[in-house]
């Protein structure tokens, strides 16, 4: 077994000066973001799965997983972000405001006519890849997408199956970021990425703001079973858009009472810790062959960073094991819990929230952040099982077994 738990306390937190703004994350704002959702055919809420049991097993007054599994079909949540971002810059290009805007009328001949084709572009390890090629095709668009080293070749075909022109580069997944945007400047394409660097910030803000859906969905959720807010939320990192969305929306609707973030990445792409360590971004280079491939990114986004910075309370870098753990308790329930089949990046939070409860390497961890019997917490299991060998091959066949605890 490799691959260590490795983990850093926010120290300062709640006690900053200059906090990261939240104004673009506003229960206001999620809304408007939910708004444009609600107006696709296929939109639903994705379930609030209650585990009881195993809140019980943990010693945890509850344990509750939004399984972002069902969402429009697609089997993972990115297409939130993708699609707003998508409908954003559509309705600029046409000086509208997107509350004015349905995903149907973007899709009508009268639209089409005035935006002409458009192409847009990403680099992706599957999901906000899928995601893009949907919205784009759904509105008659082009779209074109690049994968790093080692993508799955179920992933991909899953990507031209939903409309776009894609391929398996000889890259890494920043590298690929770099070639989409080359790219776009070089066509007249349009890059729809979940980071940010000088003079490209809006869609990805964009597009961090489309998350917030799935987190004003889970508060309402959560109220509705008797949960006025969960107490700890588990959010997983790549550039670390998705957990800057939801801690952003958390921290602006319950202030200084938000709920403990807990921020969790695989070993080899763990650029979010690292950063938290040292106080500034930091970047992990190389092929970051986890089998968490939708966490497999280097460099963060970096206004994403700073709302976990400021916001997050503890960041944990972890073996693939822990990943795979979580898969199998998911898929695998306790008495009448539910099922939830999560995939490789979609489970991590599971089973990091086994090993803060069970794991003696992670007691301080535990004791610092708050766990007891009178906690209530939130995970996102963000994908279902969007390689099927891959989650055959853990579920099934062991692949990557349980860390040793001390």
């Known amino acids: 077994m490799t691959g260590t738990m490795q983990w850093k306390f926010n120290e300062t937190l709640r006690s900053k000066d200059g906090l990261a703004s939240l104004d673009r994350f506003t229960w206001d704002e999620a809304n408007r973001a939910r708004a444009f959702h609600r107006t696709f055919d296929c939109y639903k809420e994705t379930p609030m799965a209650s585990?009881?049991?195993?809140?019980?097993?943990?010693?945890?007054?509850?344990?509750?997983?939004?399984?972002?599994?069902?969402r429009f079909g697609l089997n993972a949540f990115k297409?939130?972000?993708?699609?707003?971002?998508?409908?954003r810059y559509l309705a600029e290009r046409l000086g509208m405001n997107i509350e004015d805007l349905s995903f149907e009328r973007l899709r009508s001949n009268e639209i089409r006519e005035k935006l002409g084709e458009i192409t847009f572009v990403t680099a992706t390890d599957g999901n906000h890849g899928r995601g893009v090629a949907w919205a784009a095709s759904q509105l008659s668009?082009?779209?074109?997408?690049?994968?790093?080293?080692?993508?799955?070749?179920?992933?991909?075909?899953?990507?031209?199956?939903?409309?776009?022109?894609?391929?398996?580069?000889?890259?890494?997944?920043d590298e690929c970021v770099r070639h989409a945007a080359r790219m776009a400047e070089e066509h007249g394409w349009v890059v729809v990425q979940d980071t940010a660097w000088d003079g490209y910030d809006a869609i990805p803000e964009w597009i961090m703001q489309?998350?917030?859906?799935?987190?004003?969905?889970?508060?309402?959720?959560?109220?509705?079973?008797?949960?006025?807010?969960?107490?700890?939320v588990l959010l997983q990192a790549g550039v670390g858009s998705f957990a800057g969305a939801v801690t952003?929306?958390?921290?602006?609707?319950?202030?200084?009472?938000?709920?403990?973030?807990?921020i969790v990445e695989p070993n080899k792409a763990d650029c979010i810790y690292r950063s938290a360590r040292a106080g500034s971004l930091q970047v992990v280079t190389g092929a970051m062959n986890t089998i968490m491939a939708g966490l497999a990114c280097g460099e963060p986004n970096p206004a994403a960073l700073q709302l976990l910075q400021d916001y997050g309370s503890l960041y944990i870098s972890c073996p693939?094991?822990?990943?795979?753990?979580?898969?199998?308790?998911?898929?695998?329930?306790?008495?009448?819990?539910?099922?939830?089949i999560s995939g490789e990046s979609g489970a991590v939070t599971a089973g990091l929230l086994d090993h803060l409860m069970a794991d003696p390497q992670l007691s301080d961890a535990k004791d610092r952040i708050g766990l007891t019997a009178a906690?209530?917490?939130?995970?996102?299991?963000?994908?279902?099982?969007?390689?099927?060998?891959?989650?055959?091959?853990?579920?099934?066949?062991?692949?990557?077994?349980?860390?040793?605890?001390?």
């Open 375 to 406: 906690s209530h917490v939130l995970l996102v299991s963000t994908e279902g099982d969007t390689d099927p060998s891959r989650y055959r091959d853990v579920v099934w066949d062991g692949m990557f077994p349980s860390f040793a605890k001390a």
């Open 210 to 232: 489309g998350y917030s859906t799935l987190a004003i969905e889970a508060i309402e959720q959560l109220r509705a079973l008797g949960v006025p807010k969960p107490t700890h």
């Open 320 to 340: 693939d094991s822990v990943a795979a753990k979580g898969m199998r308790m998911l898929g695998n329930p306790l008495g009448d819990d539910p099922m939830v």
């Open 141 to 173: 668009q082009r779209s074109v997408v690049y994968m790093p080293h080692g993508s799955s070749p179920t992933r991909l075909e899953a990507i031209r199956a939903a409309g776009a022109e894609a391929e398996i580069m000889q890259w890494n997944y």
């Open 79 to 87: 297409v939130l972000g993708g699609a707003y971002a998508i409908g």
């Open 51 to 70: 585990l009881h049991r195993l809140a019980k097993h943990w010693g945890l007054g509850g344990v509750y997983v939004k399984d972002e599994s069902h």
């Open 248 to 262: 952003a929306l958390f921290a602006s609707v319950y202030g200084d009472e938000r709920p403990a973030i807990i």
